[in-house]
């Protein structure tokens, strides 16, 4: 029993100083970078934007190939991604965006797709193969530096995805790969007056009156000032369409619509379910799979105007 006691004793002075992954953040990490606080006030929302450098604690987990609370219809074909806390995550606005994330072993680029409900400002919950690129999976938890990635590199042009139960007199869609954070989205059918969708926490864009029962011409602007126009979208629920519009870098080859493989959902739930990796999977994963190109054909679209082991958290189990 006293040998026991003493191998106890070392394995806690080990993790003495550091905070588990579901613990509030130091009190360092309470706010975004340049936000000072007054004593009781809580963090403002907001994504990362802009060069600014955050520091903080990452930790990982396996979203099993679901796309998040974001409602994407699936992880990122390379399982690069993160989920961000209520801050950070700012019901939806983070979406679609991209963090770099740099550890003891790198950085690694990761699309912001998921909330981590648990998590407080600073803390980052990677996938586990992002994770592997930046630390060792044995460690479960380490210090990190992250900036939001400005302009990153688009795999294609913007696409839209009509949400199930959508009509004529109930607009939501989901717009992606889109790059950076979006700011607005516009919705008008013909030559009629633009109409203002509002954000949900899920990622889609409503417009609770209706648009219409389309085409439409879909307007969207993110947080750079980026603004593009794609024509053509049509009142088709589930079905992923892809536009001729990339949101900077010029236009892309026009494409044809097709079915979404994501079953339909009357609507995604507001806290994402996700479940935590264990050190041996992530140190037996393959190398993430290669972007092939392939993916939903799209739609016609027009004009242009970026401590020892994983932390076993109840709110995940």
């Not at 700011?183 to 926490?201: C, F, H, L, Y």
């Not at 307007?219 to 369409?241: E, F, L």
Request: net charge positive; proline share 11%.
């Amino acid at each position: 029993m006293a040998a026991l006691a003493t191998v106890l004793g070392l394995s806690l002075a080990l993790r003495s100083g550091a905070a588990p992954a579901c613990a509030a953040a130091p009190a360092g990490l309470a706010a975004p970078a340049g936000v000072a606080l007054a004593a009781g006030q809580m963090p403002l929302a907001a994504p990362p934007i802009g060069g600014a450098v955050h520091k903080g604690k990452a930790t990982f987990y396996d979203s099993k190939g679901a796309g998040g609370n974001c409602s994407y219809p699936s992880a990122p074909a390379n399982r690069l991604y993160v989920a961000l806390g209520p801050t950070e995550y700012s019901a939806g606005a983070a979406c679609g965006g991209y963090l770099d994330v740099t550890g003891p072993r790198g950085t690694v680029r990761v699309l912001i797709m998921d909330q981590c409900p648990e998590c407080a400002p600073g803390h980052v919950d990677l996938s586990r193969e992002a994770f592997a690129r930046i630390a060792d999976p044995v460690q479960g938890i380490v210090g990190v530096s992250y900036r939001a990635a400005v302009d990153p590199a688009l795999s294609g042009p913007l696409t839209f995805r009509i949400k199930e139960g959508a009509s004529q007199y109930w607009f939501a869609a989901l717009v992606a790969e889109h790059g950076n954070p979006l700011r607005a989205v516009e919705v008008r059918q013909g030559s009629g007056a633009w109409r203002t969708a509002a954000r949900q926490d899920y990622n889609y864009w409503l417009i609770d009156s209706g648009a219409g029962p389309g085409p439409y011409a879909v307007r969207v602007t993110d947080v750079y000032g980026h603004r593009v126009t794609a024509t053509g979208v049509t009142m088709s629920p589930g079905r992923v369409q892809r536009s001729t519009v990339k949101m900077y870098g010029g236009s892309a080859p026009a494409a044809r619509t097709a079915p979404s493989t994501r079953p339909p959902s009357p609507r995604p739930s507001a806290t994402p379910s996700r479940t935590p990796a264990s050190p041996s999977a992530v140190a037996s994963a393959a190398p993430p799979a290669p972007q092939d190109g392939t993916g939903p054909p799209a739609l016609a679209a027009s004009s242009a105007s970026d401590v020892s082991r994983p932390v076993d958290c109840a709110a995940r189990s």
